[in-house]
């Protein structure tokens, strides 16, 4: 067991080591504040403070995981070897950075409490992070400093033993439109054919009658082909389900239609089934709470796997809203336009809600492709080769590698076959 000494043991304290060493490297860890335990514990061991107490293993700290609240101050990225690194730690310690709180400072999303201009869907945009500012957005930072860190403690404690982890991938598939044209009713079936013909989009009413008169299946509904290709390559998937009334960003099949709570519960009997909260819902926790009931209801099995319409994440009402409706995970953490870490990491890690200094029980998926970051790309080769970039980053850290792809895209006309390009993504990335 690993056992760091600290002057102070503060709740920030506490989930940084126990996300770096426990749930990324897979140590055994420990704390004190006492230096006759630290002095006479044999085995390996950290100090974490101002100054040494010998010569052993030390790591000269920031203050900042020993505050409370938020300040604004200025972070200067520094090098470590290659790697940016911020709050530098001195001469004195064993590494030139305090990876520590610049671990937390990026997991608890510290720079998203800080003034900055939200866009047009009050999201907070990767322009204004220190990681796309400073050309690491694509790296998972926080997992790259980590085992740097294990293997400077491996050449100091050689009998150190560490868990070791595994690289997953695991396809979401969000489902915010079933179906194109198909199950819509008659009013907004009516309406979306006059909107076509006043666009003189024949080419779309085509398609609409096709699949009116049952002649062709509607583009969206390639449900079982996405399953089959996750069986075939045995690749873990999440289909997020919206399940909400129509406003003016919800269009999705009405809940009530049979059709459509049938394609839930066949999708469920394959894979998981979690909830696309809607965007009405975004401040409305009853809302929240009926969608998920609803959702429930028709899968006959409890939801508690989250995902928020556009990637909406409000640090840190929308993770408190979905602690009040009883979510233990969420998928929203990343980008819509951009590749890359969000959060600097690519392994799951609890939510810490900074005004509380309190670790919510909320567990956070980061995801690192999202499929419309990808309709900038104007060639497969190119949309592959940025896919693979982040996925050997991913790998080196044996992480968990998230991809988004949306049934909507994927059954879309456009000039790339999406869904060939999808079925190269499943066989390249899977275990």
């Not at 104007?378 to 996925?391: F, K, P």
Request: aromatic fraction near 16%; proline fraction near 4%.
């Amino acid at each position: 067991m690993l056992l760091i000494y600290t002057h102070k043991i503060t709740p920030r304290f506490s989930y940084t080591m126990k996300q770096l060493f426990t749930r990324i490297l897979g140590l055994e860890v420990s704390f004190t504040t006492t230096v006759e335990d630290f002095i006479k514990h044999a085995g390996p061991k950290i100090t974490y403070t101002k100054q040494p107490l010998q010569n052993e293993f030390f790591i000269r700290s920031n203050d900042l995981l020993f505050e409370q609240g938020i300040n604004d101050f200025s972070v200067a990225i520094g090098d470590w070897e290659g790697v940016p690194c911020f709050f530098s730690a001195g001469d004195r310690s064993k590494i030139p950075y305090d990876i520590f709180a610049a671990s937390f400072y990026l997991l608890s999303r510290y720079e998203e409490y800080l003034p900055h201009v939200k866009d047009m869907f009050h999201r907070f945009p990767p322009t204004e992070s220190l990681a796309y500012r400073n050309n690491f957005l694509h790296l998972p930072i926080v997992d790259i400093w980590a085992y740097r860190l294990l293997e400077l403690l491996r050449k100091r404690f050689p009998d150190m033993k560490a868990r070791e982890a595994t690289y997953g991938h695991t396809s979401i598939i969000d489902v915010t439109t079933s179906h194109a044209f198909a199950n819509r009713g008659f009013v907004r079936g009516t309406a979306g054919l006059l909107l076509d013909l006043g666009r003189f989009n024949f080419r779309r009413v085509i398609d609409r009658f096709s699949v009116w008169f049952k002649l062709r299946k509607d583009p969206f509904d390639n449900f079982s082909a996405l399953i089959a290709l996750h069986k075939v390559h045995q690749v873990p998937s999440m289909f997020f389900f919206q399940f909400a009334s129509y406003s003016t960003y919800d269009k999705n099949v009405s809940p009530n239609n049979n059709h459509f709570r049938y394609l839930i519960k066949s999708v469920a009997d394959y894979s998981k089934v979690a909830l696309a909260a809607s965007y009405s819902s975004f401040r409305d926790i009853a809302l929240l709470k009926e969608e998920k009931k609803r959702l429930s209801n028709v899968i006959n099995r409890p939801v508690s796997d989250s995902r928020l319409r556009y990637n909406r994440v409000d640090i840190p009402q929308t993770y408190r809203n979905l602690v009040e409706a009883e979510f233990t995970d969420d998928y929203t953490m990343g980008y819509t336009h951009e590749i890359g870490f969000r959060a600097g990491t690519c392994t799951p890690f609890y939510f810490y809600d900074i005004p509380l200094e309190v670790q919510q029980p909320l567990k956070v998926h980061p995801f690192a492709v999202h499929d419309y970051a990808l309709q900038y790309i104007h060639t497969e080769a190119e949309i592959l080769e940025a896919i693979d970039r982040v996925y050997q980053q991913v790998q080196l850290v044996q992480g968990e590698f998230l991809t988004i792809f949306s049934n909507e895209l994927l059954g879309g006309n456009q000039k790339i076959d999406w869904m060939q390009l999808y079925g190269k993504v499943i066989k390249r990335y899977h275990v």
